[in-house]
């Protein structure tokens, strides 16, 4: 049972982690040509500027930018919340109350992520594009995804462990 609640706990660090690093790196969408990037913040080419959303748009790239960031806050409490319930919890008790904040932050993820999916993962949502960039999904986009999956599970174990 130990080795078990290590194992949550270590994956649910490397979940926060990777959402930190997933929602500050630039790296969503790279362009095919040259060093073209672009993420939830920045534009990328050589130098980075503030990303300039296509017309409309704009309320979806605020709207990806606030899911990801309550996704991080919700897992930073949800951990939190694992470290008191570990401590305080009676035998035989389950962490409720972790596995629904872990969940919520899995939700915050999966709202942040769909957006960026539905609306900026070509290069003509955003205004900076002269020209048509042939781009693909980068390492943070991909990290998001893997944060989505880890957070479902992570969520459910907390739902049905028990203090032993």
Not at 39 to 60: I, K
Not at 106 to 122: E, K, M, Q
Request: neutral net charge.
């Amino acid at each position: 049972m130990l080795v078990l609640l290590a194992g949550i706990f270590v994956v649910h660090i490397a979940t926060v982690i990777m959402l930190f690093v997933s929602t500050i790196a630039n790296v969503w969408m790279v362009g095919s040509i040259g060093n073209v990037s672009w993420g939830l913040w920045m534009w990328c080419n050589n130098t980075c500027q503030s990303l300039t959303p296509s017309e409309g748009n704009e309320p979806s790239l605020k709207a990806a930018q606030a899911f990801m960031i309550l996704s991080i806050i919700f897992s930073v409490v949800a951990l939190v919340t694992f470290i008191v319930q570990l401590f305080t919890l009676e035998k035989g008790k389950r962490f409720y109350i972790t596995g629904a904040i872990t969940l919520v932050a899995w939700i915050c993820i999966l709202i942040g992520v769909s957006i960026y999916t539905a609306r900026f993962t070509d290069s003509q949502s955003v205004s900076q594009a002269e020209y048509e960039i042939d781009s693909h999904h980068g390492y943070s986009f991909i990290l998001a995804w893997i944060c989505f999956c880890f957070s479902f599970v992570i969520g459910i174990l907390y739902l049905v462990l028990r203090k032993k």
